[in-house]
């Protein structure tokens, strides 16, 4: 027992120092000029595990992907919380294939389940809510039949209030188990495009700041998390002032949470997503004291212009500010299934989309970083 336990703790000690580039990591020049080379995908399904456990060997781990940001969300056999158990979800078993087959070639798994925002799309509840109705920011914003956007009750994705009493006694288990079945030494909680929070109809949430609000809530994440020595991820959207910079509400914040960047601990690390620019938003976090690596999606242009961007960001910095700008990844938002399908059929000029494509973009993001070597 104490000896799985020690070789447990060793490979997070191992996986700590690639973050932080120390150690052996610290002797690649790939690894000095973007510590972290990330890919970020929804699981895969079962049927489709072979073949997402192929992609990793036959694509990302040639084009030195260190990061996979897995998001399993709530599609997994919980054991700890049975009644949010998805029997169609990744088992223990199937994540640890997974991370087996990482394991091989130096690639960290960090697996993502979204708090506090997304918890709805578009005219369905997701698992929590559904089972767990008593948690909803909004209980009286109703789905609509048919969802448009925009809409009169301003329904993107509905949250769930950070301060009932029980949320974190139903979360935290399900994070902790995701996390133990993937060994994982980090975790990603979302926490974007959260336009529902400290809402008027809310006995709990009603007249507080807002920024208070999300910061309390990424501290609350962190700090259990910081119990077992794992890192919280979270994306950065919420933690820029979409008016000021003219982002906008989506890549920003419209609802008064921007203050939160220098209310959170500064051990966190900020996914900074922008899928139309290379926007310089990583300097500003990097400033803030904050980790920070850059996220592009669809657009190939953008995605080469963020490795880049990086390398020269980290390379006319200070070294307290380069220790700050770890890196790049690129996120998919179809399903494993579908990429997978888009990257078999990428040649396809009816399938590429004159290259504005997930498949287009990963390629290029990857071709620029192969460029530093």
Known sequence: MRSAWLAGWWRRVLWMAVLSGVGWAAESPLNEKLPVRGFCIAAPSGNRLDEFLGFIEKELAPRSVNTLILRVDYG??????????????????????????????????????????????????GTLLRVHPEFDETPLV??????????????????????????????????DEVCDAFESDAFHAGLDEVFYLGEAQCPRCRGRNKAELFADEVRAIRDHLHSSRRQLWLWGDRLLDGRLTGLGEWEASFNETAAAVDLIPKDVVICDWHYERADPTPVYFAMKGLDVVSCSWRTPDVAAAQVRDMVRFRETSTPQMRAH??????????????????????????????????????VRMFEAVAELR
């Open 76 to 125: 997994f056999q919980f054991v700890s919380r049975p009644e949010m158990a998805d029997p169609d979800g990744l088992s223990r078993a199937q994540a640890q294939q997974i991370t087996a087959a990482c394991r091989r070639h130096g690639i960290r798994i960090i697996p993502l389940v979204n708090l506090l925002g997304h918890q709805s799309w578009q005219s369905r509840c």
């Open 142 to 175: 109703q789905f609509p039949e048919k969802y448009a956007w925009p809409n009169p009750e301003g329904l993107y994705c509905k949250s769930y209030c950070p301060r009932h009493p029980q949320v974190h006694g139903v979360v935290f288990p399900l994070v």
């Open 325 to 362: 700008l770890k890196g790049v990844a690129q996120t998919i938002w179809s399903g494993a299934g579908g990429f997978l399908q888009q990257f078999q059929n990428r040649t396809n000029t009816n399938v590429t989309g004159a290259g504005r494509t997930e498949s287009a973009c990963f």
